[in-house]
């Protein structure tokens, strides 16, 4: 079960105490980049609009906008544009992720930034980057997975692709990216002869970039390019998934000799499954498997499973992951603000992260900001703005 974290408002926390981040809101992967900044540490105030639209979620239960500050500014109002450069000379990174050329017509461009800031490092964040013949078309994550071949490797060969949710390519594919990104260029910027400079985290790039083992065994004929065909993608009988009685299913990764020895003992096959190595009957092997899967419910062969080396695990919902035993012990998932969320990752030794405020409420830090950051034309937005809305912004 998920404990509760820690609050502590205003003690610096994490790895990237010290480091200010300046995040121009918008949806997605930057706000979830940004988010993983703050869950580091960092002080990042989030540039809301006024009655800005979202998705349609509660600012309060936004969870990507937890551990940052947010102030609103309209950067349409001419002075906009200043009230962010004066934020941006006090700040190491900016994060934006607008489509190319929109944040230099709002008058917060790269050149208008590093000429205020020369450290500093300016992260962008889109689908299919700063150029290209798809650089100004909007797309959403499916679309990028696509054009990369990732989402074709993804589900059995004779069904339509499986959509991985937007984890692949917004998250992983786009925000991890970035993160990498800004923070690789903050240690260049800080070096005696560093500069500031433009980080392009384009998703097509991260996803392709991902995939850079399977290239390989592509190329190698390890990998044959269609998908549930592969050891990794579903296409081994012994790395899957299995229905069980109830309906639920269990997950098997069995791949190496001694674990697949153990699984089949476990699982009560040993002397009637086919051989794994004799590829012509790995749908007799399949099925082998299905069938005595079929015979318990996935509580009952967790049961058989959960003390041995056979890698095979239960297939839990995202309300059951907080109950399981092995992340109820590491908290890796925590309680704040009566929501149930993943703690923060990775883990440090010496500055470890932490949840240390909820989800910031569009404008309702601008003052504090203002003073914190010694940035005097906030000071008025912070008396005359809003703290309604949240923001969507111009998307990739």
Same mark, same amino acid.
């Given at each position: 079960?998920?404990?509760?974290?820690?609050?502590?408002?205003?003690?610096?926390?994490?790895?990237?105490?010290?480091?200010?981040?300046?995040?121009?809101?918008?949806?997605?992967?930057?706000?979830?980049?940004?988010?993983?900044?703050?869950?580091?540490?960092?002080?990042?105030?989030?540039?809301?609009?006024?009655?800005?639209?979202?998705?349609?979620?509660?600012?309060?239960?936004? /969870?990507?906008?937890?551990?940052?500050?947010?102030? /609103?500014?309209?950067?349409?109002?001419?002075?906009?544009?200043?009230?962010?450069?004066?934020?941006?000379?006090?700040?190491?990174?900016?994060?934006?992720?607008?489509?190319?050329?929109?944040?230099?017509?709002?008058?917060?461009?790269?050149?208008?930034?590093?000429?205020?800031?020369?450290?500093?490092?300016?992260?962008?964040?889109?689908?299919?980057?700063?150029?290209?013949?798809?650089?100004?078309?909007?797309?959403?994550?499916?679309?990028?997975?696509?054009?990369?071949?990732?989402?074709?490797?993804?589900?059995?060969?004779?069904?339509?692709?499986?959509?991985?949710?937007?984890?692949?390519?917004?998250?992983?594919?786009?925000?991890?990216?970035?993160?990498?990104?800004?923070?690789?260029?903050?240690?260049?910027?800080?070096?005696?002869?560093?500069?500031?400079?433009?980080?392009?985290?384009?998703?097509?790039?991260?996803?392709?970039?991902?995939?850079?083992?399977?290239?390989?065994?592509?190329?190698?004929?390890?990998?044959?390019?269609?998908?549930?065909?592969?050891?990794?993608?579903?296409?081994?009988?012994?790395?899957?998934?299995?229905?069980?009685?109830?309906?639920?299913?269990?997950?098997?990764?069995?791949?190496?000799?001694?674990?697949?020895?153990?699984?089949?003992?476990?699982?009560?096959?040993?002397?009637?499954?086919?051989?794994?190595?004799?590829?012509?009957?790995?749908?007799?092997?399949?099925?082998?498997?299905?069938?005595?899967?079929?015979?318990?419910?996935?509580?009952?062969?967790?049961?058989?499973?959960?003390?041995?080396?056979?890698?095979?695990?239960?297939?839990?919902?995202?309300?059951?992951?907080?109950?399981?035993?092995?992340?109820?012990?590491?908290?890796?998932?925590?309680?704040?603000?009566?929501?149930?969320?993943?703690?923060?990752?990775?883990?440090?030794?010496?500055?470890?992260?932490?949840?240390?405020?909820?989800?910031?409420?569009?404008?309702?830090?601008?003052?504090?900001?203002?003073?914190?950051?010694?940035?005097?034309?906030?000071?008025?937005?912070?008396?005359?703005?809003?703290?309604?809305?949240?923001?969507?912004?111009?998307?990739?």
């Amino acid at each position: 079960m998920a404990r509760t974290a820690g609050t502590n408002k205003g003690v610096p926390r994490g790895p990237l105490s010290g480091v200010r981040v300046v995040e121009l809101a918008g949806i997605g992967p930057g706000p979830f980049a940004a988010m993983c900044l703050a869950d580091l540490g960092a002080d990042v105030v989030r540039v809301d609009r006024p009655g800005g639209a979202g998705l349609g979620v509660d600012p309060a239960k936004d /969870l990507t906008n937890r551990n940052k500050r947010s102030v /609103l500014v309209d950067l349409k109002d001419p002075a906009g544009p200043g009230q962010v450069l004066d934020l941006v000379e006090r700040a190491d990174i900016l994060i934006e992720g607008y489509r190319p050329g929109v944040a230099e017509r709002l008058g917060v461009g790269p050149d208008s930034c590093l000429a205020r800031n020369p450290k500093l490092v300016y992260g962008r964040m889109t689908g299919w980057g700063q150029e290209g013949p798809l650089a100004q078309r909007a797309g959403h994550d499916i679309g990028y997975l696509a054009l990369t071949g990732t989402l074709g490797m993804i589900g059995k060969p004779d069904e339509p692709p499986t959509v991985p949710a937007n984890l692949v390519g917004d998250y992983a594919g786009g925000s991890l990216y970035l993160v990498i990104g800004v923070l690789a260029a903050l240690q260049h910027a800080r070096t005696p002869e560093g500069s500031g400079q433009v980080v392009d985290a384009a998703i097509v790039d991260g996803a392709s970039h991902l995939a850079t083992m399977l290239h390989a065994m592509l190329a190698a004929g390890g990998w044959q390019d269609r998908r549930g065909s592969n050891l990794l993608d579903g296409g081994c009988p012994f790395y899957g998934t299995y229905e069980t009685s109830d309906g639920q299913y269990m997950a098997v990764g069995a791949l190496e000799p001694r674990f697949y020895a153990e699984f089949t003992d476990l699982l009560g096959i040993t002397d009637t499954a086919p051989e794994r190595g004799d590829l012509a009957r790995w749908d007799e092997l399949r099925e082998t498997i299905a069938a005595r899967f079929k015979e318990r419910t996935r509580q009952e062969w967790t049961a058989v499973f959960e003390d041995s080396d056979a890698c095979v695990a239960p297939v839990l919902s995202m309300r059951e992951a907080p109950h399981h035993p092995h992340l109820a012990a590491r908290s890796t998932y925590v309680e704040h603000g009566g929501v149930t969320q993943p703690a923060p990752a990775p883990r440090f030794s010496a500055t470890p992260g932490a949840i240390a405020r909820g989800p910031a409420l569009p404008g309702a830090d601008t003052a504090d900001v203002a003073a914190d950051w010694d940035v005097p034309s906030l000071t008025k937005a912070a008396t005359e703005g809003t703290t309604e809305g949240t923001t969507k912004g111009e998307t990739n």
